[in-house]
């Protein structure tokens, strides 16, 4: 199995930043792309950014210019740089990634999720 742990949300004004890190740990062989989506009361989850194993990043329009991410391949290790926030940014983030354990096909696992808050 693969666990993602997430860390770094919390409550902050407008206009603040967050740093939202998230470790993936357990039998992994191989991992694909590593991402962030987000929930808010109400609303699908979508997509916030999301950065290959190369490190080719796609960022939701909503957030392009703001957040920053990135990764740490040899701790299996995602991280997102929220700067500028809005209200709207209040959500519940997770971390999602693809992953293969060896012997299995790849797979999609997410984290538990952080919630974000920001307040006027």
């Known amino acids: 199995q693969v666990q993602l742990v997430e860390s770094g949300g919390g409550l902050v004004q407008a206009g603040g930043s967050l740093r939202l890190s998230c470790a993936a740990s357990?039998?992994?062989?191989?991992?694909?792309?590593m991402g962030w989506y987000r929930q808010a009361p109400g609303k699908q989850r979508e997509l916030v950014a999301v950065?290959?194993?190369?490190?080719?990043?796609n960022y939701a329009d909503s957030v392009k210019g703001r957040f920053t991410i990135a990764r740490d391949n040899a701790k299996n290790t995602v991280y997102l740089q929220m700067n500028s926030l809005k209200l709207e940014d209040t959500a519940v983030y997770y971390c999602?990634?693809?992953?293969?354990?060896?012997?299995?096909?790849?797979?999609?696992?997410w984290g538990q999720g952080t919630q974000v808050t920001v307040s006027s």
């Open positions: 999602n990634t693809e992953a293969k354990l060896r012997g299995y096909p790849w797979d999609d696992y």
């Open positions: 950065i290959t194993s190369g490190g080719r990043t």
């Open positions: 357990g039998s992994i062989f191989m991992i694909n792309s």
